[in-house]
């Protein structure tokens, strides 16, 4: 199957929103045709950065920003609610933030086990830089030490949103991003873990194409097995 790689650069959050909706539209419309089945294409992988912007999914809870609006305005930040599953979590710049836009019933995969392999691609990516992470039970999203008492962070967070078996949101991987910006909430709903960054794990800012490039691979060859 064919998942087609397209970096977008940097967008600001909602017109990101916009593209991918334009994108999830368009492939259900490609459901309807009668050559679709026999057509190995099965969507895209989008790739972009966003401007700070601090998102909220559907079942999450507003009173896990820590900031006001004037606040918001000083760390010239957004804030935005989002159709995305899971809690609150942030997007800025140095953060790798993919969002598939695929066909699940072309490729055979659940919801469940299309977000197991999404996290399956991230491990897979960070092992090749020399950084253990795993899952972490009863959370999306992949973490380090998550079963070390006070040491348990986050790496990468996952929400998703699936509508006629098409998806769109995604992953969002720290790679070079400023952390501080982590502080301002409650991370995906968690109030007792922390959150991490390649850069902070290797002690040196990481090449954001490079690991662009090896996440998509590592995706796609899960997606496609």
């Not at 910006?181 to 007792?192: A, E, L, Q, R, S």
Request: proline letters at 4%.
């Amino acid at each position: 199957m064919q998942i087609d790689y397209t970096d977008i650069g940097h967008m600001e959050y909602q017109a990101a929103w916009d593209f991918q909706q334009a994108r999830m539209d368009e492939l259900i419309e490609m459901r309807k045709n009668p050559d679709y089945s026999s057509n190995p294409f099965a969507g895209w992988f989008l790739a972009v950065e966003h401007p700070h912007v601090y998102t909220l999914g559907k079942s999450g809870d507003e009173q896990n920003l820590l900031l006001n609006y004037i606040q918001l305005q000083a760390k010239n930040a957004q804030f935005i609610h989002t159709n995305r599953g899971g809690d609150i979590t942030y997007h800025g710049p140095g953060q790798m933030v993919g969002y598939p836009i695929i066909d699940l019933d072309k490729l055979n995969l659940s919801v469940r086990r299309y977000i197991y392999l999404m996290e399956e691609a991230i491990i897979l990516a960070m092992a090749e830089y020399g950084i253990k992470t795993e899952r972490l039970d009863g959370a999306t999203g992949v973490w380090i030490d998550s079963l070390t008492p006070g040491k348990a962070r986050k790496i990468c967070a996952i929400g998703v949103r699936v509508s006629r078996f098409v998806t769109m949101h995604g992953f969002a991987l720290n790679i070079n991003s400023d952390l501080s910006y982590f502080k301002h909430i409650n991370p995906c709903g968690f109030t007792d873990k922390d959150v991490t960054s390649m850069e902070k794990e290797l002690g040196a800012p990481q090449d954001m194409e490079q690991v662009k490039q090896l996440v998509y691979k590592k995706f796609v060859g899960l997606i496609q097995a």
